[in-house]
C-alpha cells in the first residue's frame, strides 16, 4: 500500500480515570523527524513513544500531541502536624490569659492556621500512566495510518495516469523516428540534385549521409530504457511500502532518458512530444515528493 508522508490521526480513551488523547500530525520531510509534546512527568517515556511511531512511521516531520484530563482521586491522605497546631494552640491560650478576650480557642480556628492540616497525595504510577498513553497512541497512530492510505491511493492512481501519457508519447516517438531519417533524405537528395543540376547523384554518398543521421538521430536505446523506467515504475507502485526515496532516484533516470532523446531530435513534431513528456515526468516528481 502506497502511504502519503502528510496525514492527521486521533485517539482518544479513558483508561483509569483519566481521559487520554493522542493526535499525531504529519508534513513532508525527507527523513523521519518526530516530536513529541506531553506533560513533562512523563518525559521518560519520550523514546519508547518515539519508538511506536518508527514503527508505523518511515519519513515525514511528526508531530505527536498528549493530553489528559482528569485522574484518580484515591491516595489523598490528611494530617496534622502535631507539633505546629501545639504551638499555635499554646501561643492562643497564652494571649488569652493576658488579654481579657471572650471565647477560647476552636478547633476550626486551629484548623485554619498554616501547616497545621497537611494534605498528601499517593505518587502516581507513572509507569501505568505511560502504558496507557502508548495504547492510546496506537489507536492514533491507526487512524493516521487509514488517512496516509487513503492520500496515497490517489498520489498512485495520478502517477500511473500520468506513466500511462508518458507511454503513449514515447510510442509516437519511436513512429516518428524513421519518418524524420526519411524526410532527412528526401531534403538531403532534392539539396543535392539543387546543386549539381544535371549531374549523376551519388546514391552511395546519399545513403551514406542518410545512415549517418540516422545514428545521429536514433532514439531506440533511451525509448527502451524509458520503458523499462516505467515498468518499474508501476511494479513498484503495486508493491508499496515506504518507496518515496526510491521513486525520486528513478524519476532522474526518467529525465536522463527525456533529454537525451530532445537533444537528438530534429524535427519540431518529436520536440513538442518530448516537452510533453518532460512536463509528465516534472508532475510525477512533484507527486512522489509526497510519498513515504
Known sequence: ??????????????????????????????????????????LFAEETFKSRVQGSISRGKVDVFVTMEGGQTEGVTVSVNHPVAESYLATLQELQKAYPVEGAPTLELLSRFPDVLQVEKTPEDVEAVAADISTVLDLALKDFNVMREREGEKLRADILSRADT?????????????????????????????????????????????????????????????????????????????????????????????????SKCSDIETSRRVIDIKGEIEKIREQVQNIE
Do not use: W
Open 1 to 42: 500500500m502506497v502511504r502519503s508522508m502528510t496525514g492527521y490521526g486521533r485517539g482518544e480513551a479513558v483508561l483509569n480515570g483519566r481521559t487520554v488523547t493522542v493526535e499525531v500530525r504529519s508534513v513532508n520531510n525527507r527523513y523521519l523527524d518526530c516530536s513529541i509534546k506531553m506533560p513533562r512527568a512523563y
Open 166 to 262: 508518458i507511454e503513449a508519447l514515447t510510442a509516437l516517438v519511436e513512429e516518428q523516428s524513421p519518418r524524420t531519417v526519411a524526410e532527412y533524405r528526401s531534403r538531403l537528395e532534392a539539396k543535392l540534385k539543387e546543386v549539381l543540376q544535371n549531374h549523376q547523384l551519388d546514391e552511395g554518398r546519399i545513403l551514406t549521409e542518410a545512415a549517418i543521421f540516422a545514428d545521429k538521430v536514433a532514439v531506440d536505446e533511451e525509448t527502451v530504457r524509458l520503458r523499462s523506467h516505467l515498468s518499474q515504475l508501476r511494479t513498484m507502485l503495486e508493491q508499496g511500502g515506504p518507496i518515496g526515496r526510491k521513486l525520486d532516484f528513478l524519476i532522474q533516470e526518467f529525465n536522463r532518458e527525456a533529454n537525451t532523446i530532445g
